[in-house]
């Protein structure tokens, strides 16, 4: 089955760093993908997507580009903020079937 | 344009209890799906509803089931509820049918079995 690997966190940065989060996905076509982005106590959010090889998503600073060839859709920021402390997922669609990474969470110090 | 609201936010059961959730979904999205959240297993898909029919179905057991009403409004109900349905319920709603379309996801319900 299709499955999304996220790297593990939490991911701890000072503010203004930059920031990358992995992710890497196993599908049997070519899915949509996805970043959605959880505050506390909140339900999720979608920060941004790619539907076909080669797209780049962004969204408020955020980018990731979907690689066909690597099979990933790593998200990254130039220069964090402590209100992008979060849980990120990782998502892709397929077949009308969403399957999610288990999260990332990012906590940033000023 | 008011969110997607969950009802109730927070619920407290007994083992072997049934129990019933509800979404109302953004006003003019005819999609809702609902996720099952936990620390161990995740966020997992459970089903997705629209216009009034379920069109497709996570790897969950049969106690889990859900509806959609005319106005787009779902619900989900868990029966012979397990100390493992513990768990923050999502629901999500979208224009359209699919993963493809954008979704909004509501706070959740936390749900407790004891």
């Known amino acids: 089955g299709n499955s999304v690997t996220q790297m593990e966190g939490p991911v701890t940065l000072s503010e203004e760093a930059f920031l990358t989060i992995n992710c890497t996905y196993t599908?049997?076509?070519?899915?949509?993908l996805f970043w959605y982005v959880q505050y506390p106590g909140e339900g999720l959010q979608l920060l941004l997507k790619a539907t076909k090889a080669d797209d780049k998503g962004s969204n408020k600073g955020f980018e990731a580009t979907y690689r066909k060839e690597t099979t990933s859709f790593h998200l990254e920021k130039g220069s964090v903020q402590v209100s992008d402390s979060a849980v990120y997922f990782c998502a892709l669609s397929e077949n009308y079937i969403p399957t999610f990474g288990r999260g990332t969470s990012l906590i940033v110090h000023p | 344009k008011a969110g997607v609201t969950q009802t109730p936010r927070y619920l407290i059961k007994t083992r072997g209890q049934q129990v019933t959730l509800s979404c109302s979904p953004i006003?003019?999205?005819?999609?809702v799906s609902w996720y099952q959240q936990t620390p161990g297993q995740g966020l997992q898909f459970l089903f997705e509803?629209?216009?009034?029919?379920?069109?497709n179905k996570g790897n969950f057991p049969g106690r889990f089931s859900g509806r959609q009403f005319s106005n787009s409004r779902s619900e989900m109900n868990v029966s012979t509820l397990e100390l493992g349905d513990s768990a923050l319920y999502l629901c999500?709603?979208?224009?359209?049918?699919?993963?493809?379309?954008?979704?909004?996801f509501g706070p959740g319900t936390r749900l407790t079995v004891t």
């Open positions: 599908a049997t076509g070519y899915p949509s």
């Open positions: 509803y629209f216009s009034e029919t379920q069109r």
């Open positions: 006003s003019g999205h005819r999609s």
């Open positions: 999500a709603s979208s224009l359209g049918q699919g993963g493809r379309y954008e979704q909004y």
